[in-house]
């Protein structure tokens, strides 16, 4: 079925890969953008509010992917900026949807497994409660704020998106110069849990989640093999063929990030993918050294 396709956050790293997908699949697809310049591209502005709803009356499906990135020192200014890009936006983009004449079938607003917090060795499906500090702050006022779509009958999918591996940015971009050099290790004392999915994985339930009508609600993506941090950074070092034995200490950490360390860096979240394997979902690459392997064009050793 060809679907037309609103798409916000289309230029970050998740939104350059899904667009050329969503088209190979014959999808037709128009962007949200803050800078419209031509065919295909929706203006709107969500710190001021505005959308025009007649802008995006017609589309059968929304894939909401707009936020500013978390990957800094989280100053006042910062956090601010972090939660009003995701709470804001998504507020404004539900709000609009449901005054539509024809609202689309689904909208799938994406959010993270931030929402669970610093929660050590638990494991954590869908029905585990949120946890505490800012970032399940943010991720709960992040999904909360797309009630209005809900409360009109639109399905609303939250995919809980873990660390998202891919040589093209994020975590595994920033670690392999170091890790290339030898230099690299694990975080603290390596034994935060890292729920990861590698990119095609991660677009691949996106795509589902447009037609997947049994999908709703939150739903974690991640791969079922979550790792440790000392055991992703032996992987990582194993597949590279160099040692990967120098840590960086926790107070270092926080000296350069601030809260930041403690809050997402440092943070252990042993999540599992409780929605997807319920529904027979099968990942491309569930075991970390296979992803990596993968990810770097490095075969297995005979």
């Known amino acids: 079925m060809s679907l037309r396709v609103l798409v916000s956050g289309a230029r970050g790293l998740i939104g350059s890969a899904l667009l050329p997908r969503l088209r190979a699949r014959g999808h037709e697809t128009s962007i949200l953008t803050r800078r419209a310049t031509g065919p295909g591209e929706v203006g709107w502005d969500p710190a001021g509010g505005r959308l025009e709803a007649r802008a995006i009356e017609g589309v ?21 900026l972090i939660r009003e890009s995701r709470v804001a936006g998504t507020r404004l983009l539900a709000q609009r949807l449901a005054e539509l004449e024809r609202p689309p079938r689904v909208l799938v607003s994406v959010s993270a497994t931030g929402f669970y917090g610093d929660r050590g060795d638990e494991v954590l499906d869908e029905a585990s409660p949120p946890g505490v500090g800012f970032l399940p702050a943010v991720c709960r ?66 795509e589902r989640a447009l037609v997947d ?9 991640v791969a079922p093999g979550a790792v440790t941090n000392g055991t992703f950074t032996r992987a990582l070092g194993r597949v590279l063929g160099r040692p990967a034995l120098l840590p960086v200490p926790a107070f270092a950490l926080r000296a350069l990030f601030g809260e930041m360390a403690d809050g997402a860096l440092l943070a252990s979240a042993r999540v599992t993918p409780g929605r997807l394997q319920d529904a027979g979902h099968a990942f491309l690459f569930p075991g970390l050294e296979d992803a990596l392997r993968h990810l770097l064009g490095r075969a297995q050793p005979l």
């Open 141 to 206: 006022a992040w999904e909360e704020a797309a009630a209005p779509a809900a409360a009109c009958g639109i399905r609303v999918v939250h995919p809980r998106l873990g660390l998202v591996l891919t040589t093209r940015g994020g975590a595994l971009a920033h670690l392999l110069p170091q890790f290339r050099l030898g230099l690299g290790g694990p975080l603290g004392d390596g034994r935060a849990w890292w729920s990861w999915v590698v990119l095609d994985d991660m677009i691949a339930v996106l």
């Open 213 to 221: 009508e049994g999908l709703s609600g939150p739903v974690n993506v």
């Open 60 to 80: 059968d499906a929304v894939v909401h992917l707009a936020g500013e990135p978390i990957a800094a020192r989280w100053t006042p200014v910062r956090k601010a």
